[in-house]
C-alpha cells in the first residue's frame, strides 16, 4: 500500500522538500507514528527520503523537534547581610538624623534602636524590605542598633552597630501648661518654649510630630500665637466634661543654631463646667454664667479710660489664681516716681491677662463700681463678689470683655479667642 503525506499519495522515494512550519503526518504500512501528529518547526528546508520517519532540529532557533527539557538555573544559598546607617562609629550625628536598615541579602526580621537609658526608637519595614525609623534622635546620647535578618541559606544573622548624638550647644526645653488640672472650656493645649523656636520651617517641624486627642473628639487646630507659643484650640469652646490628651514626641527637634530639643513630654488635662462671664465696661456689669445658666450679675469698675489704663476688649481667659497679690506697676512699665505708680495688696486674685490684668477684690472703689470706671485697668469687686467668684472659677474659664475701644491683643494673654477660626488655621505654620 503507497504511503500517505497530508492526503495524498506519497512520492517515489525521491526527495521531498518542505517549507518552515508545514504539518506532516507520517504513516508506514498500517501503523501511525509519533502519535499521529509531528509538528515540525524548520529553520530552513527539510528533505525526506521515502515515507521514512525523522527529528528535525532547527539550527537557527536551537531548538529540538521532539521530546526535550531545559534545566533550572542553580541559587546559591548565601548569608544575609544589612547596611545600618549611620555607620557603625559614627559620632557627632545630628539628632534628626532618621535611623535605616537596607537588606543587601536576605529578609530583615527584627530591628533593635535603643539609647543608652534603654529607651527605644520605633520603626517600620517597607515595601521594598527595608527598615526606616520612625522619629528623630535625642541629642548628646549613645545607641546601639540590632538586627536580625535571614539569609537564602535559612539561616539567621545577627548585625551590631553604634553610634554617639551631637551635643548641642543649647538644649532647647519647653513644657506643657495646665498638664493634669480641670480647667475651663476656653483653654486651649498650649507647649510653652522657652527660647523661640527661630524659622518658620523649625516651627513647621515641631507641628508635624505633635498632637492631640479629646474624647469626645472636637475638630480643632494648632496655631502660634508667637515663636515661642504653641496652641491647639478646638473650634469652638470645649464640651464641658472633655478629657483631652496631648503628645510631644518632639526629641531631636532643632529650633535655633546649634540648638535641639532635649526630651519628650505627654500629659493632658480635663475640661469642667462651662464658666463664660461677661463683662460689660460701658455699663459696669458683669454676667456670670454656667452651663448657660446666669449665676450672678455684679457690678463693677474697670480701667478708667485713657491709652494705658483703659481696660482692653476682648475674650480673655483666665490664666492663674492666686489669693493673695502685692501688684506693683513696676512690672508692667510705671516705676515708683512716675506718675500713676501703685504698690497695692489686692486680694481673689483672677488673671486674664499678662500685661497686669486682673479681676480682684477692691474694697477701695465699691462706691464707684456699677457706676464709673476707676481702675489702672483691672476689674474691681466688692471684697464679697471677688471672694464668690474667685470660689467659683477656675484657669481656663472664659471671661469677654466689650464696650471699650482698647483691643486686647493675643499675646497679651490666652489669646487664641481673638481669631475668628478661619484666621486661627492660618496661625498654623503648616497653612
Known sequence: MPAIVGGALCPP????????????RVMSSH?????????????????????????????????????????SPSVTPSPAKVTISPADGSSQVSPQTTVTVAADAGTIETVSVKDGKGASVDGTLGADGGWTASRFLRPAASYTVTVTAKGTDGKDVTTTSSFTTLKPAVTATYHLVYDGMTVGVGMPVSIQFDSAVETAAMRAQVEKLVS?????????????????????????????????????????????????????????????????????????????????????????????????????????????????????????????????????????????TWTGEFLHSAPWSVGSQGYANVSHGCTNLSPSNALWMYNESKVGDVVKFVGSSRVFKPTEGIGVWQYTWAQWQKQSALA
Open 13 to 24: 522515494p525521491s526527495r521531498l522538500t518542505l517549507r518552515e512550519n508545514d504539518v506532516v
Open 31 to 71: 501503523r501511525w507514528f509519533a502519535g499521529g501528529l509531528l509538528a515540525v518547526a524548520l529553520g530552513g528546508a527539510l528533505t525526506l527520503s521515502g515515507c521514512d520517519v525523522v527529528t528535525a532540529s532547527s539550527s537557527a532557533k536551537g531548538q529540538t523537534i521532539g521530546t526535550s527539557s531545559s534545566a
Open 212 to 352: 492631640v486627642t479629646s474624647v469626645p473628639a472636637q475638630p480643632g487646630s494648632w496655631g502660634w500665637l508667637d515663636d515661642r507659643q504653641l496652641m491647639w484650640r478646638p473650634q469652638k469652646y470645649w464640651q464641658a466634661g472633655t478629657k483631652v490628651s496631648v503628645s510631644a514626641p518632639i526629641a531631636g527637634v532643632q529650633t535655633g543654631e546649634g540648638k535641639f530639643v532635649g526630651q519628650d513630654a505627654s500629659g493632658g488635662f480635663t475640661i469642667g463646667s462651662s464658666m463664660i462671664s461677661t463683662v460689660n465696661i460701658k455699663t459696669h456689669q458683669m454676667t456670670v454664667t454656667r452651663n448657660g445658666k446666669v449665676l450672678r450679675t455684679i457690678p463693677v469698675s474697670t480701667g478708667r479710660p485713657g491709652p494705658t489704663t483703659e481696660t482692653r476688649s476682648g475674650v480673655k481667659v483666665i490664666i492663674d489664681k492666686n489669693p493673695h497679690i502685692v501688684m506693683d506697676s513696676a512690672t508692667i512699665g510705671i516705676p515708683k516716681g512716675s506718675p500713676g505708680y501703685y504698690l497695692t495688696d489686692t486680694q481673689w486674685d483672677l488673671r486674664v
